[in-house]
């Protein structure tokens, strides 16, 4: 069965460069989120998505922005990284209702250098 | 704030015997609850959920309980397979929440010793 595919796998960046993770849900789910994980850490929310509009907001920095397109893939921007920001980023997919669970992808390893 | 908390960072349990993860609340509005397991370098896996209408859900050797008294819940593996290893992370969703936002546990680290 198709799952959540993250892109890229791996992305190393320098402090202030910009960096873009790409989210393409489990085909007919129309609701994306945004998780971030550090080391050590439980995963944090950071925004979601329902029908190409955005459904709520967590600890994103104002740095961060997020869209969800047409076919319903998701991009996660991210400006002026610091050496914080290394995480893992996972995007999880779920049917609009939300007694459904959400489905993660294997996550981006995101390491600002 | 850590509205969901798992307070066992870790657990060690023989192959063959039960496992039991808890994992407690303290937002009233939470009314629909899951659990994720984790391999390191992957993205959190489904395993189970439980609505606040239940207390008690079974999926084969995976069971959750529900106490919405306590706000706690946890999560019984029996019998437990050196395959369960992995980190167990216990979410959940508020009632107003329509996006179904997830908010996640510490996660406990289950290691099933053969």
């Known amino acids: 069965a198709a799952g959540v595919i993250q892109s890229p796998r791996h992305l190393i960046k320098e402090k202030r460069e910009t960096a873009t993770l790409k989210c393409y849900p489990i085909?007919?789910?129309?609701?994306v989120y945004w998780y971030q994980q550090g080391p050590g850490q439980d995963p944090q929310f950071l925004i979601s998505?329902?029908?190409?509009?955005?459904?709520d907001k967590g600890s994103i920095p104002d740095r961060f922005s997020a869209q969800q397109f047409s076919d319903y893939h998701s991009e996660l921007n991210m400006s002026s990284l610091e050496l914080g920001d290394s995480a893992l980023y996972f995007c999880a997919s779920s049917l609009g209702d939300r007694r459904t669970e959400a489905f993660f992808g294997q996550g981006t390893r995101l390491t600002v250098v | 704030d850590q509205q969901v908390k798992q307070n066992s960072p870790s657990l060690s349990v023989q192959e063959g015997r039960i496992s039991i993860l808890n994992c407690d609340y303290t937002?009233?509005?939470?009314?629909?609850f899951l659990w994720y397991k984790k391999y390191p370098a992957e993205g959190p896996t489904f395993l189970i959920s439980?609505?606040?209408?239940?207390d008690k859900n079974e999926d084969g050797r995976f069971t959750v309980f529900l106490n919405k008294s306590a706000k706690h819940l946890s999560l019984h593996i029996v019998p437990s397979q050196p395959g369960d290893s992995a980190v167990y992370f216990c979410a959940a969703s508020p009632i107003y929440n329509q996006g179904g936002k997830l908010i996640f546990g510490q996660g406990t680290e289950l290691s099933v010793k053969p």
């Open positions: 998505f329902y029908e190409k509009m955005q459904s």
């Open positions: 439980i609505s606040s209408i239940k």
């Open positions: 085909p007919r789910h129309d609701t």
């Open positions: 937002n009233s509005m939470f009314d629909y």
